[in-house]
């Protein structure tokens, strides 16, 4: 299975775009590229998920670079609930082993 | 639906205990698995199933024990707890299907404290 490397944390602005950047530059071409989030003491909660065409839902939105090595997601307008980490992994199907890196701690300022 | 439930919340153990961490689901979900989170690691997968009668392991399977008697249940048990087994557990369930696995739930999490 492909790796994915995420900054370890970032800052927003309330109602300013939070843009968290993934790289998975040894991604294969039919596994998909899955966003999670972990809000502190809770379980990970699915975000979106995309294959190569950009992907948007009531979430957030979802660009994936045209060779698929990276990929950002997009929240639009970002507020306090949205401090949580996020974590970018790869799956070929619903079988795989799911493997969660450290993610990107997001804090979302005031 | 009461979705993923895991029971206990907290728990403390001694080293050499043994204990089950319980996960039950109501949705009819064929896969399920669990994970250990521990700091600065994110979450790393011990076992998994894909449906009643079959397990298989993750990334760190060493002093885990699961079995997977019916849909709804997936036991984690511990046989002889190791101070190395402190973390917090989640289970998760997903619909079967392939590429579903933004169906995946999580349950509460489970914190384990090994003495």
């Known amino acids: 299975d492909a790796k994915t490397t995420q900054p370890t944390s970032m800052d927003c602005a309330e109602g300013r775009a939070a843009n968290l950047p993934c790289n998975h530059s040894t991604i294969s071409g039919n596994e998909y590229v899955y966003w999670y989030r972990q809000i502190h003491s809770q379980g990970p909660q699915y975000i979106i998920h995309g294959l190569k065409n950009n992907e948007t839902n009531e979430m957030a939105s979802l660009i994936i670079t045209e060779d698929r090595k990276s990929s950002t997601l997009i929240l639009p307008h970002a507020t306090l609930r949205d401090t949580a980490v996020y974590y970018c992994?790869?799956?070929?199907?619903?079988?795989?082993?799911?493997?969660f890196g450290p993610g990107t701690s997001l804090s979302v300022i005031p | 639906n009461a979705g993923v439930t895991q029971t206990p919340k907290f728990q403390v153990l001694k080293t050499g205990q043994s204990m089950t961490l319980q996960c039950a689901q109501d949705m009819n979900h064929e896969y399920m698995s669990w994970y250990r989170q521990d700091p600065g690691m994110g979450l790393r997968l011990i076992h998994y199933s894909v449906g009643a009668g079959i397990t298989d392991q993750g990334e760190v399977p060493n002093g885990y024990n699961v079995s997977r008697s019916t849909t709804e249940d997936f036991p984690l048990r511990l046989l002889s707890a190791a101070p190395s087994q402190t973390s917090v557990y989640f289970c998760a369930s997903s619909y079967s299907a392939r590429g579903g696995m933004e169906t995946q739930y999580f349950g509460p999490g489970t914190r384990l404290l090994v003495l």
């Open positions: 992994i790869v799956l070929k199907t619903s079988y795989d082993k799911v493997i």
